[in-house]
């Protein structure tokens, strides 16, 4: 569960990265079993006062690429990053 948890959250940097050639992301099967787990095992909180719905609505979220600031504005790719990180 915490290793689909991680992938979840930041899937958006998982697909990105093509670490590993042929790994898929599969999110339904990955979201389906992490509910599964949460279902399973009465998780009732993901962190201290964060409820079931605040989880689900983080895990909602669309990860999408970074909009490079301004000050990398024209700049290639490969000469910034982006370091952000979703608060969990």
């Known amino acids: 569960m915490p290793l689909d948890f ?3 959250v930041c899937r958006r940097e998982y ?3 093509h670490a ?8 339904a099967k990955r979201i389906a079993r992490f509910n599964e787990t949460v279902q399973r095992t009465h998780v009732s909180a993901y962190r201290q006062e964060g409820d ?3 989880l ?3 895990l909602a979220i669309e990860r999408r690429p970074a909009t ?3 000050q990398s504005a024209g700049l290639p790719a490969a ?4 370091i952000s990180r979703p608060s969990t």
């Open 15 to 17: 697909q990105d990265a």
């Open 79 to 82: 000469d910034w990053s982006d």
């Open 6 to 8: 991680v992938i979840l």
């Open 68 to 70: 490079p600031p301004v």
């Open 56 to 58: 689900n609505q983080l």
């Open 20 to 27: 590993v050639p042929g790994w898929q992301l599969e999110y």
């Open 52 to 54: 079931l719905d605040g």
